[in-house]
């Protein structure tokens, strides 16, 4: 139920964003959805795509510094503490969250939001446990 | 050996030998070279003074800047007929420095790179890619007429396009490969995008020089290109390559002092230091009739060793060059050369061999900004993990050298590649 992150490394210099982007266009590979963080010289980019193997194999021979990471995607309910209903059953089993973002589409009615913990099985699990929808990664793509 | 009855002469027939060189040398320059003619008077000595080689102290030292205002021919010692070549410095620090050698000096020197490749495990058999700059540059033209002196095989290949060096490696079978350390690590990089992996290859030695580089370094090309890497030492003004090389135990450089005496002095005060002192290198050149020298200082850092060294040759050693006189930062007072720092740099486990030095002055604070590429390893989707990896780099750097610097992590292959002599540090101060 994982969905492959492709991550890159990108200096804090105009137009580098652009580059990687456009690779991907050319690559015709669709982001989405898409995380920077940044820091003073340097920025992480966090993407998930329609085809990870694809974009990272074209960023790579780019001249990208790219990772793979394991993060999974979770339906939340569109409303009012959505948010913090999904995050209660991660904190019960003491998963620690290293960040989260939002996906671009929505599933029907509700947001879906990308989590990246250490433990993203048992963090699953707990999720599914708590009455969550997790996404599989072939939907997530092709959403 | 190449030539073991010189390279394993007992010292105290080396020094006569050395004397009885010197005596000439000053005599030649005396005679022949109206600087030197004028420097010596004023300094209230003569060749024939000279009877022991502590009288070289008497000597005035000869600079860069002595060089470039007798430019182009005022140091020669020969008329310009009697010169069969000519190489020249970049100067890209102001007036270019001339060169002029006779056929002696050539023979000489095609003599003495012939010893220093022996010395670097170069066999008759072997053939030899010789990856320097062939032009003006003493590095080219100096090895191959030391590897057709030895009698192996030469690929005058030059320095740049580097695909084509790798494909030669391969379809020749190169099995020494000369060039500076540097640009060897920019082949061994693109020989790896070639999806070529040098363990295949057919190399043994490489001999590097050219610019300073630390032993971390060396072992870092010794395990990817696979090879025995020898540093050798030289400079134009002196000759060029093949003044000093190490022999097979690595324990500095076997300089050849039937051609040159070695002196280490204080780069401020002038005095000679003792034998194991670190300071600046002094040469004074023996059998040179182009372009004989007295007392030249290099500007290059390094210590003697007298010590025997087990490998036979009695000749002294200096220790690698661990930087320049000019090349040396003062980092709130605090004295670095370049070198120290990579040293740091290679003995961090997954770090890339490629970076650089950017000195600023900021509030007059001298700032230190060391760029290090991200490499695979490094690099997670975590921003903490290049966060920690930047406070390792700092805190190594700050507990050998005690100095803080700046560690900014940038995108691999953005640092400039060298295919001769790099250059590590970006000066931005305005003093």
Same mark, same amino acid.
């Given at each position: 139920?994982?969905?492959?992150?492709?991550?890159?490394?990108?200096?804090?210099?105009?137009?580098?964003?652009?580059?990687?982007?456009?690779?991907?266009?050319?690559?015709?590979?669709?982001?989405?959805?898409?995380?920077?963080?940044?820091?003073?010289?340097?920025?992480?980019?966090?993407?998930?795509?329609?085809?990870?193997?694809?974009?990272?194999?074209?960023?790579?021979?780019?001249?990208?510094?790219?990772?793979?990471?394991?993060?999974?995607?979770?339906?939340?309910?569109?409303?009012?503490?959505?948010?913090?209903?999904?995050?209660?059953?991660?904190?019960?089993?003491?998963?620690?969250?290293?960040?989260?973002?939002?996906?671009?589409?929505?599933?029907?009615?509700?947001?879906?939001?990308?989590?990246?913990?250490?433990?993203?099985?048992?963090?699953?699990?707990?999720?599914?446990?708590?009455?969550?929808?997790?996404?599989?990664?072939?939907?997530?793509?092709?959403? | 050996?190449?030539?073991?009855?010189?390279?394993?002469?007992?010292?105290?027939?080396?020094?006569?030998?050395?004397?009885?060189?010197?005596?000439?040398?000053?005599?030649?320059?005396?005679?022949?070279?109206?600087?030197?003619?004028?420097?010596?008077?004023?300094?209230?000595?003569?060749?024939?003074?000279?009877?022991?080689?502590?009288?070289?102290?008497?000597?005035?030292?000869?600079?860069?800047?002595?060089?470039?205002?007798?430019?182009?021919?005022?140091?020669?010692?020969?008329?310009?007929?009697?010169?069969?070549?000519?190489?020249?410095?970049?100067?890209?620090?102001?007036?270019?420095?001339?060169?002029?050698?006779?056929?002696?000096?050539?023979?000489?020197?095609?003599?003495?790179?012939?010893?220093?490749?022996?010395?670097?495990?170069?066999?008759?058999?072997?053939?030899?890619?010789?990856?320097?700059?062939?032009?003006?540059?003493?590095?080219?033209?100096?090895?191959?007429?030391?590897?057709?002196?030895?009698?192996?095989?030469?690929?005058?290949?030059?320095?740049?396009?580097?695909?084509?060096?790798?494909?030669?490696?391969?379809?020749?079978?190169?099995?020494?490969?000369?060039?500076?350390?540097?640009?060897?690590?920019?082949?061994?990089?693109?020989?790896?995008?070639?999806?070529?992996?040098?363990?295949?290859?057919?190399?043994?030695?490489?001999?590097?020089?050219?610019?300073?580089?630390?032993?971390?370094?060396?072992?870092?090309?010794?395990?990817?290109?696979?090879?025995?890497?020898?540093?050798?030492?030289?400079?134009?003004?002196?000759?060029?390559?093949?003044?000093?090389?190490?022999?097979?135990?690595?324990?500095?450089?076997?300089?050849?002092?039937?051609?040159?005496?070695?002196?280490?002095?204080?780069?401020?005060?002038?005095?000679?230091?003792?034998?194991?002192?670190?300071?600046?290198?002094?040469?004074?050149?023996?059998?040179? #009739?182009?372009?004989?020298?007295? %007392?030249?200082?290099?500007?290059? @850092?390094?210590? !003697? *060793?007298?010590? =025997?060294?087990?490998?036979?040759?009695?000749?002294?050693?200096?220790?690698?060059?661990?930087?320049?006189?000019?090349?040396?930062?003062?980092?709130?007072?605090?004295?670095?050369?370049?070198?120290?720092?990579?040293?740091?740099?290679?003995?961090?486990?997954?770090?890339?061999?490629?970076?650089?030095?950017?000195?600023?002055?900021?509030?007059?604070?001298?700032?230190?900004?060391?760029?290090?590429?991200?490499?695979?390893?490094?690099?997670?989707?975590?921003?903490?993990?290049?966060?920690?990896?930047?406070?390792?780099?700092?805190?190594?750097?700050?507990?050998?050298?005690?100095?803080?610097?700046?560690?900014?992590?940038? #995108?691999?292959?953005?640092?400039? %590649?060298?295919?001769?002599?790099? @250059?590590?540090? !970006? *000066?931005?101060? =305005?003093?």
């Amino acid at each position: 139920m994982t969905v492959k992150q492709i991550s890159v490394f990108l200096e804090n210099k105009s137009g580098r964003l652009l580059e990687l982007t456009r690779c991907l266009g050319d690559a015709g590979i669709n982001i989405r959805a898409l995380c920077v963080a940044d820091t003073m010289d340097f920025g992480v980019i966090r993407l998930i795509v329609d085809d990870p193997e694809k974009a990272h194999q074209a960023l790579k021979s780019a001249g990208f510094t790219v990772k793979e990471a394991i993060v999974f995607a979770v339906e939340v309910d569109d409303r009012p503490g959505g948010l913090a209903s999904v995050l209660k059953p991660l904190v019960d089993q003491e998963i620690n969250v290293e960040y989260l973002y939002c996906f671009l589409e929505k599933a029907g009615d509700n947001a879906v939001v990308i989590i990246r913990v250490e433990e993203a099985e048992q963090a699953i699990g707990a999720l599914k446990a708590a009455g969550f929808r997790v996404i599989p990664p072939e939907e997530l793509y092709s959403m | 050996m190449y030539n073991p009855q010189i390279e394993a002469m007992p010292r105290n027939e080396l020094k006569e030998l050395q004397l009885e060189r010197l005596r000439q040398t000053v005599k030649r320059c005396e005679e022949m070279v109206p600087f030197y003619r004028k420097r010596l008077r004023d300094a209230g000595i003569t060749w024939k003074e000279i009877t022991s080689l502590d009288d070289l102290r008497r000597i005035p030292f000869t600079t860069k800047d002595d060089l470039r205002d007798n430019y182009p021919f005022g140091m020669f010692a020969v008329p310009v007929r009697e010169i069969v070549r000519i190489h020249a410095s970049s100067g890209t620090t102001g007036v270019p420095t001339v060169v002029g050698y006779t056929k002696n000096d050539i023979d000489m020197w095609s003599e003495l790179m012939a010893r220093a490749l022996v010395a670097g495990k170069t066999e008759k058999s072997d053939i030899v890619q010789v990856a320097y700059g062939y032009g003006l540059f003493t590095g080219g033209l100096g090895f191959h007429y030391g590897v057709e002196r030895l009698g192996a095989s030469v690929i005058p290949i030059s320095g740049g396009n580097t695909k084509r060096q790798i494909r030669m490696m391969v379809d020749l079978g190169t099995t020494v490969l000369c060039c500076t350390p540097s640009y060897a690590l920019y082949m061994a990089e693109t020989a790896e995008e070639m999806g070529i992996d040098f363990k295949e290859l057919k190399l043994k030695s490489g001999i590097f020089g050219a610019e300073p580089w630390s032993d971390r370094m060396r072992e870092k090309i010794e395990r990817i290109l696979n090879l025995s890497a020898f540093d050798i030492y030289g400079l134009s003004e002196v000759m060029g390559p093949g003044v000093a090389i190490e022999c097979e135990h690595k324990q500095g450089l076997h300089i050849f002092e039937d051609a040159f005496i070695p002196e280490i002095i204080d780069p401020d005060t002038g005095e000679v230091l003792s034998p194991g002192k670190q300071g600046e290198l002094v040469f004074t050149t023996l059998t040179k #009739e182009g372009m004989p020298l007295l %007392r030249y200082r290099t500007r290059d @850092i390094s210590s !003697i *060793d007298e010590g =025997e060294c087990p490998c036979g040759r009695t000749h002294v050693r200096m220790r690698r060059v661990s930087g320049r006189t000019d090349d040396m930062l003062i980092i709130r007072g605090v004295n670095i050369f370049p070198s120290q720092i990579e040293s740091v740099l290679m003995n961090i486990e997954g770090l890339s061999p490629h970076y650089q030095l950017v000195v600023d002055r900021v509030g007059g604070l001298d700032i230190l900004e060391v760029q290090v590429e991200v490499t695979e390893e490094m690099f997670s989707d975590r921003v903490r993990g290049l966060e920690e990896w930047e406070e390792v780099i700092q805190s190594e750097i700050e507990s050998y050298l005690g100095i803080s610097v700046k560690i900014t992590l940038v #995108e691999p292959r953005t640092i400039a %590649r060298s295919e001769g002599k790099a @250059i590590r540090i !970006i *000066d931005n101060r =305005e003093i």
